[in-house]
T-cell receptor, first 112, second 114 residues
Framework: AQSVSQHNHHVILSEAASLELGCNYS??????LFWYVQYPGQHLQLLLK??????LVKGIKGFEAEFIKSKFSFNLRKPSVQWSDTAEYFC??????????FGSGTQLTVLP | NAGVTQTPKFRVLKTGQSMTLLCAQD?????MYWYRQDPGMGLRLIHY???????AKGEVPDGYNVSRLKKQNFLLGLESAAPSQTSVYFC?????????????FGPGTRLTVL
């Protein structure tokens, strides 16, 4: 079965610091990868997705992620975080044509 | 468009009680999903549907039933609630086809079973 690992459970940063959240997946076939964000009290929203082409994907709010096939990774990055980026971040992989498998999430706290 | 909506937003049940959670979407999506979100475990798929009248089991289906009588609605039922079903429940929907298609999520239902 496919699985997604997010090793950072809670990350605390100061504003303007750089961010990198790790995501590793186990699946040998063609993958579609997603990062979702859940702001406090809100529903999940899509940050970015990869399904083919350029392995460096840019999303909303200055986030980007790089797909490295050899490392089975899809890490999320942002060069300078803001207080408003405080949220929980979920990596997901399309495990079939119909389903997503989610990681356990990383809580990001940005201190003003 | 309202997107994906869920009712109720909050509910407290006693062990053994039953309830139904309603999910509605106005985007004409074929696929709909029910997830539960528990601390440290991310989202786990309970059941899903690929079209009106069809449902399938996900990763954690035990103790839940679903129905998709209308394309825009997907109901999640708990026949006899247990404390282990205390969780936040999210509904989602998406277009068919699979490749690259994102899922759109509702605001969630927080359920507590005493």
């Amino acid at each position: 079965a496919q699985s997604v690992s997010q090793h950072n459970h809670h990350v605390i940063l100061s504003e303007a610091a750089s961010l990198e959240l790790g995501c590793n997946y186990s699946y040998g076939g063609t993958v579609n990868l997603f990062w979702y964000v859940q702001y406090p009290g809100q529903h999940l929203q899509l940050l970015l997705k990869y399904f083919s082409g350029d392995p460096l994907v840019k999303g909303i709010k200055g986030f980007e992620a790089e797909f490295i096939k050899s490392k089975f990774s899809f890490n999320l990055r942002k060069p300078s975080v803001q207080w408003s980026d405080t949220a929980e971040y979920f990596c997901a992989v399309r495990s079939s044509a119909r389903q997503l498998t989610f990681g356990s999430g990383t809580q990001l706290t940005v201190l003003p | 468009n309202a997107g994906v909506t869920q009712t109720p937003k909050f509910r407290v049940l006693k062990t053994g009680q039953s309830m139904t959670l309603l999910c509605a979407q106005d985007m004409n999506h074929e696929y709909m999903y029910w997830y539960r979100q528990d601390p440290g475990m991310g989202l786990r798929l309970i059941h899903y549907s690929v079209g009106e009248g069809t449902t399938a089991k996900g990763e954690v289906p035990d103790g839940y039933n679903v129905s998709r009588l209308k394309k825009q609605n997907f109901l999640l039922g708990l026949e006899s609630a247990a404390p282990s079903q205390t969780s936040v429940y999210f509904c989602a929907s998406s277009y068919p086809g699979g490749v690259g298609n994102e899922q759109f999520f509702g605001p969630g239902t927080r359920l507590t079973v005493l």
